[in-house]
């Protein structure tokens, strides 16, 4: 046969190789192209994939290649594009471009039609959503008008206090204003049935864009960085409006004929964005996440795949899955908060990193992008010292408020004074009061889910342990009832508050979110209360109302783990305070105090906004720790300095590369010996940039025991060979042992 008719195949597998297959009798080398989608058998199963090459020449005998079964009807090709960033994830990530292409096109197919139906009407809710939100922004401000001018009307005449109530009073008066006209023109034209896919930027709401000074500097200086072809890192201090220069740089890339991909690491980020920017961009607005159906992403893939054009061209606003929607002709990608961790999956493989991809898929797509942040990743910091990113900063807050002010509050002195209420300390309790008081919202952060961490009985000491994790259970409260569950496998088993082994009584350990809101309750009865957390967030709903009702001021304190330092916008939040704080600094992780600090400083942006003053509170047991110190004066800078000099000194990242190896077994003990094989092959490959093995802190998840090794390579040329060399080694190595699926890489881990 002619090698034209033989192809090579990606498979949604773990395969080190891409299969070869001929085509059936009759076709010919026009009836199949690279991009095609072909159904196959392989290993008596039937696979989906994807033609990568035609024409190719077999490396084994013709006669045992097997011929297709079919072209897929229906299915759209695979844009080289995309294929080219699968490629790249593959060779950066150390998996096979199958594991990515399983990972971009999971199973599962919806009729399209359904989906274009299901897409139109919730086209038609999100614009009858806008108005509604629209009219309730105008209402917020006439109120905070009233409010405004009725202390205007108390204050003395000639005070100071007169002068800035009546100053503020005319601001609100002209936002009042605007927003009004801004109701009136979307009203007309909803109504008139213009605002469709395809409708003019300029017939939208809002679509101008007004930059402060700073804004309109820090907009110049990203286009000139755009200019050079660098990536540019946006460093904006909390409330600088970094969104409305990203919301103008996305105007001019789709009013040029291009596409925008706007990324977020969190969905709940997402869902308040979204409203934001329908105001400006209206259906040409995508969303794309975990939380939306299978049917309005598939819709959202054909609208991209099927993009001709500037009459249609689109915005997608999605988090790190979005990057494998099939895009082509990309002006622009956003990366918001660059720095969250989010933005790295550490399973299943690929165990990609959003921000790292995005950069590919920028190059890939020869377009700009931007990475903003108010407490960028040392990685950032480290590739704008040396030139490879455009740095433009922003340290102006955009309605000319001041920085939160911080109190630190040392809960070991409080309880030898008895100053302490449960978790909350007596301080804190009267800035809580006084801030709902005075009309303002509280923000409690804990950074643990549950109503305990863990539980210990009083009499023998024993810690009760998931039988499948090496961790302790955390008891979660349901009115009278309670269960203790695993937070890694799931595992479940009813709370009796009884030891298992001696009968003794249960003692909670430490106080998750929930303690904490049952405490705040009782502290502050009269209060509106509510909890967001990855418990109550599994409800898209739930989430949803809770945020909304934050934001209109139908809750007075909201009590939630780290999702609450993610980049929201509430106006009257005034006070934010972070309970037990040091069990942020407490991870084995060498980005502990990096991570530590950009939670803090993002929870302390989140009050403060519309010209108000903030208070931000840190209750903890170490007041003297560097990183509250550094926060208190203000020099985040400074300690971002140390701690790259430190990462330089003991070569970390991002001045290094690692690569994380782990092995998964059932026996404990032959996880050990096989680590200790594996250990023995890449020692005498990488020597003293090898380490290990050793037994993590969590050293078995879900019945299968850990042991992991790390590999530490210099930025240099030989990088990229040293990667290959350790695929190729563990590759061996599960041939020679017959180990697969027992070995893990993860590069750059979080």
């Known amino acids: 046969m002619n090698r034209a008719f033989y192809i090579s ?70 844009l080289e594009e995309e294929m080219e960033l699968w490629r790249q994830v593959a060779g950066y990530y150390l998996c096979s471009i199958g594991e990515v292409y399983k990972a971009a096109y999971p199973i599962g197919k ?85 605002a469709k896919t395809g409708a003019s930027l300029e017939d939208l709401p809002w679509t101008k864009i007004k930059l402060s000074p700073a804004q ?4 110049k ?7 050079a072809g660098r990536p ?31 990324m977020v690491p969190e969905i709940a980020l997402s869902r308040q964005l979204e409203e934001r920017l329908q105001t400006h961009f209206g259906d040409r607005l995508l969303t794309f996440h975990s939380g939306e159906t299978a049917a309005s992403k598939r819709n959202t893939a054909e609208t991209i795949r099927s993009f001709k054009g500037s009459d249609n061209n689109y915005i997608v606003l999605g988090t790190r899955s979005s990057l494998f929607l099939p895009h082509h002709t990309l002006g ?44 960028p990743s040392l990685e950032e910091l480290y590739n704008c010292r040396y030139g490879k990113h455009h740095l433009v900063e922003l340290q102006e807050r955009y309605h000319g408020s001041q920085e939160s002010d911080i109190e630190i509050i040392d809960t070991k002195a409080e309880r030898r004074k008895r100053g302490m209420v449960g978790n909350f300390s007596r301080k804190l309790i009267d800035h809580i009061q006084s801030t709902i008081d005075n009309g303002g919202q509280v923000m409690i952060l804990r950074s643990r889910r549950s109503w305990a ?37 799931g595992h479940k088993t009813v709370f009796t508050g009884r030891c298992s082994k001696c009968g003794g009584a249960l003692k909670s350990l430490g106080a998750g979110t929930q303690r904490i809101e049952e405490e705040t309750a009782a502290i502050f009865p009269n209060a509106r209360i509510a909890r967001l957390d990855s418990d109550t967030a599994q409800s898209k709903t739930f989430e949803t109302k809770t945020i909304k009702d934050f934001s209109k001021g139908e ?85 971002n300095d140390s701690l790259l000099l430190e990462r330089e000194t003991f070569n970390f990242p991002p001045y290094s590369r690692i690569i994380e190896i782990d092995i998964r077994d059932r026996y404990a003990d032959r996880a050990e010996r096989m680590a200790g094989k594996l250990a023995d092959m890449l020692t005498k490959r990488f020597g003293m940039a090898f380490s290990g093995p050793y037994t993590p802190a969590v050293d078995k998840i879900a019945d299968e025991h850990i042991r992991a090794m790390r590999i530490s390579l210099k930025k240099d040329k030989k990088l990229v060979s040293g990667k290959k060399d350790i695929m190729e080694i563990v590759q061996k190595f599960e041939k020679a042992n017959k180990y697969s699926g027992h070995i893990i890489l993860n590069v750059d881990p979080s």
């Open 555 to 639: 809750i007075d304190i909201l009590i939630g783990t780290q999702m609450l330092s993610k980049g929201f916008d509430f106006s009257n939040l005034h006070l934010v305070a972070v309970i037990s704080a040091d069990t942020l600094l407490g991870l084995q992780d060498f980005r502990a105090d990096e991570k530590a600090l950009q939670l803090l400083e993002q929870f302390r942006g989140r009050s403060g906004r519309r010209g108000e003053k903030g208070l931000f509170v840190i209750q903890t047991s170490q007041p003297e720790h560097p990183i509250y110190q550094r926060i208190q004066k203000n020099e985040a800078v400074h300690f």
């Open 221 to 227: 200086s990203v286009r000139d960085g755009f200019a």
């Open 453 to 489: 961490p863990a539980l210990q009985c009083e009499e023998c000491g024993e810690i009760p342990k998931c039988p499948h994790c090496n961790v302790s259970l955390s008891f979660h409260k349901y009115g009278q009832e309670g269960s203790m569950t695993c937070h890694y496998c």
């Open 216 to 219: 309109d500097k820090a907009y």
């Open 332 to 375: 622009l990608i956003i990366v918001d908060e660059e720095h969250d961790s989010s933005y790295k999956q550490d399973s299943p493989a690929p165990r990609y990193n959003g921000r790292d991809t995005a950069l590919m898929l920028s190059v890939i797509q020869k377009c700009g992008i931007i990475l903003g942040s108010a407490t």
């Open 110 to 194: 919806i009729n399209l039609e359904e989906a274009r139906a299901a897409a139109l009407e919730k086209a038609r809710k999100s614009r009858e959503k806008l108005l509604e939100n629209m009219r309730g922004k105008v209402a917020k401000i006439q109120d905070r008008l009233e409010k405004k001018l009725a202390l205007a009307a108390k204050a003395k005449e000639g005070t100071k206090t007169k002068l800035r109530n009546t100053e503020d009073a005319e601001r609100i008066r002209q936002e009042l204003e605007t927003a009004r006209e801004v109701l009136k023109q979307a009203e007309a034209l909803y109504s008139n049935r213009a």
């Open 232 to 262: 540019v890192l946006l460093n904006g201090v909390t409330g600088s409006g970094k969104t409305e220069i990203y919301i103008k740089l996305a105007q001019e890339a789709l009013k040029s004929g291009k596409n925008v991909l706007y």
């Open 9 to 78: 195949v990606i498979l949604p597998l773990k395969l080190e190789w891409e299969p070869c297959y001929s085509l059936q009798s009759g076709m010919d080398s026009s009836d199949v192209k690279a991009g095609d989608r072909v159904k196959v058998q392989f290993a008596g199963k039937v696979y989906s994939g994807v033609v990568s090459k035609v024409g190719v020449k077999p490396e084994t005998d013709p006669s045992k290649i097997k011929p297709i079964i079919c072209v897929e009807e229906g299915l759209e090709p695979v």
